[in-house]
């Protein structure tokens, strides 16, 4: 069976400073990895995504993520936030033997001023 | 536009009732999920369907139904044998195929009270 962890459930940051959103998981086949953003109320919007190549994927609005097989990571980066990225973060996973996706818990990203 | 439709957007039931949740989609996308969000434990999958008349059990099927007779529509029954139905519910499909990411409707906030 495969899993998503997502090691922080809340990351508190002050606008303009760095920030990475930590993503594990857990399978015995190679997987393809997304991460994925939710306003309040609303569904999720895709941020990046990492199907194979370069292991440093760059996304929309900034972000940027890398995969490690080894330790099999998939962690979230942005060298400067903003308030605007006040938001929810999934890191999901779809095994490439089935259709399923499989998300983590998600991660509060709360930026202050 | 095209898009995934989920309607509606809120939706308040009595205990013991049944429910069916819409979500439509005009994507021309093969696969089509259903997933349940509670605060602090992400996404989860309800049902997902690879193909019209086909559809797979997630990891909390129990209280739940789906069908699939069309290709644009993969509605959710929300059973009385559902011991906690109260949560948003979230829709997405994708092409069905290697890497391809989710495109997810804004979701339906059912209150059973």
């Known amino acids: 069976a495969q899993s998503v962890t997502q090691l922080d459930s809340q990351v508190p940051v002050f606008e303009e400073a760095p920030v990475e959103l930590r993503c594990n998981y857990s399978s015995s086949v190679s997987v393809y990895l997304f991460w994925y953003v939710q306003y309040p109320n609303q569904g999720l919007q895709l941020l990046l995504k990492y199907l194979s190549g370069s292991t440093l994927v760059k996304g929309i609005n900034g972000f940027e993520a890398e995969f490690n097989k080894s330790q099999t990571s998939f962690h979230l980066r942005k060298p400067s936030v903003h308030i605007s990225d006040t938001a929810e973060y999934f890191c999901?996973?779809?095994?490439?033997?089935?259709?399923?996706?499989?998300f983590g818990q998600g991660t509060t990203l709360q930026v202050k001023p | 536009d095209g898009g995934i439709t989920q309607s509606p957007k809120y939706l308040f039931r009595k205990e013991g009732q049944n429910v069916t949740l819409s979500c439509e989609q005009n994507?021309?996308?093969?696969?089509m999920y259903w997933y349940r969000q509670d605060p602090g434990q992400g996404l989860r999958l309800i049902y997902y369907?690879?193909?019209?008349?086909?559809?797979q059990k997630g990891d909390i099927a129990e209280g739940y139904s789906v069908s699939r007779e069309k290709k644009e529509s993969f509605p959710l029954t929300v059973t009385s044998a559902q011991k906690n139905p109260t949560a948003f519910y979230l829709c997405?499909?994708?092409?069905?195929?290697?890497?391809?990411?989710?495109?997810f409707g804004q979701g339906t906030r059912l209150t059973v009270v």
């Open positions: 994507l021309n996308h093969d696969a």
């Open positions: 369907s690879q193909i019209v008349n086909d559809f």
């Open positions: 997405a499909s994708s092409i069905s195929g290697k890497g391809t990411e989710a495109f």
């Open positions: 999901a996973v779809r095994p490439q033997n089935t259709g399923k996706l499989i």
